[in-house]
C-alpha cells in the first residue's frame, strides 16, 4: 500500500515527547484481551534505567513526568516495561493502577487522545519515512541486511533533512506502520554510505509478549 498524507497525518498524531527525545504509541493486548496503549521509545531517551532485579520496586521502574505531547512539558508518569539497552529500545506502559491511580488516570487519557501505530516488518530495503525536527516527514531509504555486523538492524540512507539530534525515538514508517526506531545519526550520507544507524528493527527487538499478540 502506497503512503498517503492522510497516512502520514494519523502516523504524526502517534508521536509524543518522551524526555528529551521522542516515542510513539501502539496498542498491545495482554493474555486476558486487554486492550493497552503503550509507547515505543529509544532506550537513551530514558533518565536512568530500572534495577536488574525482579523484584524491583513499583517506584524504581516508574518516571514522574517523562511523555507529553509533541512540544509539551513532559508531565504524564509512566512505568518501564522493557529495555534494552545494546538494542537501544524501550517499551514504557502506564503507571500501577492501585499504587498511583491518578497518574494511571493520566496516563490513559493522555494516550486515549493520541492514534497508534500497527507494528510490522520491513523487506532488506524499502522506502520509509522519518519524522523531522520540524514535524515534517521526509522520505528515505531503510535498508537491513541478513549477515555480518551489521545483521538486523535498520540503516537509514538518504533522507532529505539527514537525522539530528531530538529526533531519536521517532517512528520509522514504512508503508502504513512502523518498522522500526530512530536511534542514531551519522555525519555522513549518501547513497552508498548511511545517515543513520543502526536503529531497532521492531520485529526484531521488541519483546516477545508485545509481538505475539
Not at 531530538?166 to 555522513?188: H, N, R, T, Y
Request: hydrophobic content about 40%; aromatic content about 8%.
Amino acid at each position: 500500500m502506497e503512503v498517503t498524507a492522510t497516512m502520514l497525518h494519523d502516523a504524526a498524531r502517534a508521536v509524543i515527547r518522551v524526555g528529551d527525545g521522542r516515542g510513539f504509541v501502539v496498542e498491545s493486548t495482554d493474555a486476558f484481551g486487554v486492550v493497552d496503549r503503550i509507547v515505543i521509545t529509544a532506550a537513551h531517551c530514558l533518565p536512568s534505567f530500572p534495577p536488574c532485579a525482579s523484584i524491583s520496586d513499583i517506584k524504581e521502574r516508574t518516571y514522574e513526568g517523562l511523555i507529553s505531547e509533541l512540544g509539551g512539558k513532559p508531565t504524564i508518569w509512566t512505568e518501564c516495561l522493557f529495555v534494552d539497552p545494546v538494542a537501544d529500545i524501550a517499551v514504557l506502559g502506564p503507571p500501577d493502577e492501585q499504587a498511583l491511580s491518578k497518574e494511571r488516570e493520566a496516563y490513559d487519557m493522555f494516550v486515549n487522545s493520541l492514534v497508534p501505530l500497527p507494528i510490522a516488518d520491513v523487506p532488506e530495503e524499502a522506502p520509509a519515512w522519518v519524522l523531522s525536527l520540524d514535524n515534517q516527514w521526509n522520505e528515505c531509504i531503510v535498508r537491513h541486511y541478513s549477515t555480518g555486523p551489521k545483521k538486523g538492524a535498520l540503516w537509514i540512507f538518504d533522507a532529505r533533512t539527514g537525522i539530528r539530534g531530538g529526533m531519536s525515538g521517532s517512528p520509522i514508517i514504512a508503508k502504513q506502520s512502523a518498522v522500526g526506531v530512530v536511534c542514531a545519526s551519522m555525519a555522513f550520507g549518501g547513497k552508498s554510505s548511511p545517515m543513520g544507524g543502526p536503529n531497532p528493527r521492531l520485529v526484531r527487538n521488541l519483546p516477545g509478549w508485545l509481538l505475539c499478540r
